[in-house]
């Protein structure tokens, strides 16, 4: 017998609405017995279906409902759940390189896939979608017959959800690094080592549109593998592109040569004192590109981000020439868009600059965002000009 898992009153409409999770505290009871990790039914208070999902008794997130009619999750829902997500990125002309799987918004919680080229990269951040994972693959090599399936599930999440972080090859063989094309410019991307699983595809759109805002002087704060870097290289006199990984700048180098651009060079060193440096010495940019890791990963740590975006941003300003630009970014969803643009607004205060909105996107389409989820909507993307 599977477990039954009953809500308390009300606690039904946000997940009626759309949203996966059921957390802990959220729960009047439990009823029946299975494994940790296999697939429960969800109930409303008074006994109604709400759906099914995978439960795990030691996470707070209890359940991740994905199945709301009376289907299982077998090998053929697997498979038509993918065949639609991916059908949905080939619509919008995505080929190449493009994330084909986005967890919760293509209603598969705690499962991300990348496609890089004829490889995809998996993550499993859950202990019902690890349990899951052979039959994935199953149905990824079924369906679009990779060369190799990589799986880049080390992530700290997973010891919320009782799970090792790991890497491995699921199938095939990998390459060192996979070549893909994005916006007209071939990148190396190294899913074994690289940031997430190999690069960051959710900025695909960004970075075509800064190309714009790059003529002249380009600085690209924490450029990892030179994404936003290689584009601004289309249009730019010189680009400078920083990172403390030395790792980071030599796939930027490597990048560079790939596609014989000659005006780009590397630094590597801290980004707040590097730009402190640029700062004393009077070296000024004609665009300065920030677009950090994430400064907080949970709500208790929105505090301190704030304080670190609003400080990096404020040093950016003060280094940019007049009429020039500020190209700036936050992937984390804790730091929400208008705290995003309230922290802008300190940050032009302290630095004494003027500066206007230019531009303001969000992540890249292949990374939909669920309306009745706001875990899903992560990433903010800003141009200022300053006057």
């Known amino acids: 017998m599977s477990y039954s898992v009953y809500l308390k009153k009300n606690e039904e409409k946000r997940i009626i609405a759309g949203h996966s999770w059921v957390y802990a505290n959220e729960v009047s009871r439990i009823e029946g017995k299975g494994a940790n990790g296999s697939l429960a039914t969800v109930y409303s208070f008074d006994g109604r279906y709400i759906g099914k999902g995978y ?7 209890l359940v991740r409902i994905f199945i709301r009619t009376q289907e299982t999750d077998d090998e053929n829902f ?25 967890a919760e918004a293509d209603n598969l919680p ?27 693959c199953d149905c990824l090599i079924k369906l679009f017959s990779p060369k190799c399936i990589y799986e880049r599930s080390d992530v700290a999440v997973r010891k919320k959800e009782g799970l090792p972080e790991t890497k491995q090859v699921l199938y095939g063989e990998i390459p060192d690094y996979v070549k893909i094309c994005e916006n007209g410019i071939y990148m190396l991307v190294d899913v074994k080592n690289g940031q997430k699983t ?7 759109e960004n970075r075509f549109a800064a190309r714009k805002y790059c003529h002249g002087q380009i600085l690209d704060c924490f450029c990892n593998s030179g994404g936003f870097t290689l584009n601004a290289a289309t249009v730019a ?6 990172d403390i990984s030395e790792l980071a700048l030599k796939n930027v180098r490597d990048n560079a040569e790939l596609n014989k651009f000659s005006n780009i060079q590397t630094l590597c060193g801290d980004v707040f004192d590097e730009l402190r440096k640029f700062k004393k010495s009077g070296i000024e940019f004609d665009t300065v590109i920030l677009d950090p890791p994430a400064f907080c990963k949970s709500a208790n740590e929105v505090k301190d981000a704030y304080r670190g975006y609003k400080d990096i941003n404020i040093l950016a300003m003060k280094i940019i020439k007049s009429g020039g630009f500020l190209i700036t970014c936050s992937c984390s969803h804790y730091m929400t868009a208008t705290l995003f643009e309230k922290m802008l607004a300190d940050a032009a205060r302290e630095s004494g ?14 990374h939909p965002a669920l309306l009745c989820a706001d875990e899903t909507q992560y990433l903010k993307f800003y141009v200022l000009q300053i006057i």
């Open 55 to 61: 439960i795990n008794h030691l996470s707070k997130i």
């Open 78 to 102: 697997y498979l038509d759940k993918m065949k639609k997500a991916n059908d949905y990125r080939l619509r919008l002309g995505y080929s190449d390189c493009y994330r084909m799987v986005f």
């Open 110 to 136: 705690a499962l991300i896939i990348d496609k890089y080229g004829d490889i995809l990269v998996m993550q499993c951040l859950s202990l019902g979608i690890d349990l899951k994972k052979q039959t994935i």
């Open 198 to 204: 190999g690069y960051f595809l959710d900025q695909k």
């Open 237 to 242: 006199d010189c680009v400078t592109a920083c």
């Open 353 to 366: 600059k003027f500066v206007r909105s230019v531009e303001v996107k969000t992540q890249a389409p292949d």
